[in-house]
Structures are given as C-alpha cells and as structure tokens.
C-alpha cells in the first residue's frame, strides 16, 4: 500500500524535529518558582527491570536536587500490559499539582493513538516534561539458523521470537522475515528481559530483542551465553531516515535489511510504520504530567529534569551504574515529536482491523 501525500507531509515534520535533540531555553515570562519543600512526589513507571528502575531512581535523586525545596521523590512501578497497567492506573490518581509524574514507553502511546483494546486513558490530557530515547537490538538465541545478520537468518527458514507482549519491535522483525519469504512465530507471556534472555540462551526460543544500552553493557557476558547481535532499530538521522545508533554503530538496522528484499520498500505504508514506530521509540521512555497542571509547575520540572541531565555528577554517577549517560529530550520538543508521530498513526491503515494495526498488536 502507497503512503498519502498527508502522511508523508506530517512524518517529514516530524522527523525533522527528532534530529534535534538539544537543550531547549524555556521561553515566556518568567514564572515564579513552585516550591516543593516538606512535598512527596512520585515518579510511576511501567517498568520492572532493574537497569530501568534504578536509571530513573537515580535520576531522581537529581531532579529532587533542582526542584525547589528538595522533595522527597519516590519511583514506584506499576507492571504490566506492556505498559498498559501502569498508563491506566495514572489516569486514576494523578492530580494538576505535580505531585505524580509518570513514564510512558512507546507501546502506551501507539496504543492510544490506534485504538487498542484495554486503554483506560486519554493520552491527550497530559503534558510531557521530557523524554529519553530507547533503541532496540535483535539477537539470536543458541538454537537460531545464524548468518551473518538478521536478513540471512530470515532467509534461512521459520523462526520463533519470544516477547513479553506484542509491539513495533515484533513487527519489524515480522515484516522483514515475511520480506524474505518466511514466517516469524511469535511467542508472548515473557516476564522480565532476564526471562527472555534465558530462553534465548536455552534454545527455547530463537530470537528476541533487548534495549541497546543494555547490549553494550553486558555484551561479553551475552556473547558467552551463546547470543549474537543481529540487528537494531536504530534512531531517526538528519535526514529524516532511519541510521544507526552511535553505540551499535556496526550493527544494521531491521530498516537497512528491509529494503534489501524490496528496494522500493521506502514507498509503502510498510516502511512508514517501522519509521514512524523508530521516531516514536526516540521518545520512547516520556514523561509526562496531567494537562491542568500549571505552567510553573510544568516548567520547574521541565528545568528540573534539563538541569539534572546535564549535571555532571549525574552523568558520571549514571555511567558508573548504566554504562551510558542519560539522553534527555526536553519537554517541547518532545511534545513536538509525539503530536506529529501520533498524527501519521491517526491514518486508517494503522486503525484496528486495519493492516497496520495488526503488524503492531496482532489479531485479525
């Protein structure tokens, strides 16, 4: 299927913006500083994992450091649904005081935006403080048919790709095995990535995928348990495609590989997903607050989370436990992003029961 003139216009907008990851001046007026002494905040996340918990707890620590009054900011996670749980729960008890801000990765936002089944919130009713990116790498498992990429593991013959839910990662995966001519199982139910990759390194599955950080940090100890890189999703370049991630830089990307078994792939409504999903994974883990809250507090915590990323000891704190400093995308722009990305997936061809839609979450 061809993609609309319409969505080609609001895509190249907003890839323009996704190129521009930098500090952002708040402009306006000053506004006086909300003071959060003697306040308890909580930062929800839908996230277990340990490396992601302990990423935003650290974080915190230093948003706390430039809110004024220094509040006590906890992170509790809210697990399950890919994201859904979590998502659902905040529109329950968040309040416009700047007392709850939350993560939402990248599925929530695709879920919202194409109708899928299970969302209990309006994702139109909260603002976005800021945003990391988050790449993604497929690997093989002990027992894949293993080439020298992903392409000729898809050429090899059938495949299983264990999850925890279904998302844009799977779909990529499946598009680029249906491109070389084969099917892709997928397996769902995992829990935590240590459980996936477990099966990996069993030979229970074949392929799954991991957050790319997470690849560069442990690569040695997954390499020895018989796991190979094969391909990542890469980031969203300056001109508008999708490039390699820095830190994987001598690892193709699913859209590199893609193109190879159609050359003119670039023309479909195909490849407009898997960019469109690559745009919004660099936003992937957003932060937002509700809608009502006021502009001081949205900004101050705006501020916070700017002043914090760029605070050396941050940096160097996170490093020492994470292996890469934290990318921030400061609140505008990445507010910026998202409106466009979910601008594309309003189109008919990513609604439920549409082709789109089903590449993403499955179903008929």
Do not use: C
């Not at 299983?160 to 998302?167: D, F, L, Q, V």
């Not at 997928?186 to 599955?205: H, M, R, Y």
């Amino acid at each position: 299927m061809s993609i609309s003139t319409r969505s080609k216009n609001i895509l190249k907008k907003s890839l323009v913006a996704l190129s521009v990851i930098a500090p952002f001046a708040i402009a306006g007026p000053a506004l006086a500083e909300p003071d959060f002494a003697g306040k308890d905040i909580t930062f929800w996340t839908s996230h277990k994992g340990a490396d992601s918990v302990l990423s935003l707890q650290t974080f915190s620590n230093y948003i706390s450091k430039y809110l004024k009054g220094n509040p006590k900011i906890t992170v509790v996670s809210k697990f399950g649904g890919g994201g859904l749980v979590n998502a659902n729960y905040f529109a329950k008890i968040n309040k416009p005081d700047g007392l709850n801000v939350t993560m939402f990765n990248f599925v929530v936002t695709m879920a919202w935006a194409m109708g899928k089944d299970g969302v209990n919130y309006e994702l139109d009713q909260y603002r976005m403080v800021g945003a990391e990116p988050q790449v993604f790498m497929h690997m093989a498992g002990t027992s894949a048919k293993v080439g020298d990429s992903m392409l000729d593991i898809a050429k090899a013959g059938p495949h299983t790709y264990g999850t925890r839910t279904r998302n844009a990662n799977v779909m990529a995966a499946e598009m680029l095995f249906k491109g070389a001519g084969n099917p892709l199982k997928v397996v769902t139910g995992f829990g935590k990535t240590e459980d996936v990759i477990q099966a990996l390194a069993s030979g229970e599955v074949q392929l799954s995928y991991v957050y790319g950080p997470a690849w560069v940090r442990n690569e040695a100890n997954y390499r020895g348990m018989g796991l190979k890189p094969l391909a990542q999703m890469g980031v969203i370049g300056k001109n508008g495609e999708v490039a390699r991630y820095a830190s994987l830089a001598n690892i193709p990307t699913v859209a590199e590989l893609y193109l190879k078994t159609n050359p003119n792939g670039k023309k479909t409504m195909e490849y407009l997903a898997m960019k469109t999903a690559t745009g919004l994974s660099n936003i992937g883990k957003g932060y937002f607050i509700g809608k009502d809250t006021p502009d001081d507090i949205v900004d101050a915590w705006r501020a916070a989370m700017q002043k914090a990323a760029a605070d050396p000891d941050f940096i160097k704190e996170h490093t020492k436990l994470l292996g890469t400093p934290l990318e921030l995308v400061p609140g505008p722009e990445a507010e910026s992003i998202l409106k466009d990305g979910l601008e594309v997936l309003k189109d008919t061809y990513f609604q439920k029961g549409n082709d789109g839609y089903k590449m993403v979450f499955g179903g008929k």
